[in-house]
């Protein structure tokens, strides 16, 4: 099964993430399949190719809870 979730990148108390698209068995710094966009939690930025998600979740590939949430802020989904 793939999801649709964060890989931690960036520097010690600076953190960024990756918005990816993995295995589900995967570890959270495991190789990712494909790269969606990137978010950084301190300065507020996220970034995302809406085409490439609506593609991937059209699959069947489910997010996480985290990623749902950033989904659903952005508008890409609906509740």
Known sequence: MLKLRL????????????IV????????????????????????EFVINT????????QGVQPTKTVKDLLLKAGIINA
């Open 7 to 18: 890989k931690r990148g960036g520097c010690k108390r600076q953190p960024a993430y990756r």
């Open 51 to 58: 085409e490439r998600v609506k593609v991937r979740l059209a």
């Open 21 to 44: 698209v993995i295995r589900s068995d995967s570890p959270r710094e495991g190789k990712a399949i494909e790269s969606l966009g990137f978010y950084k939690p301190i300065s507020n």
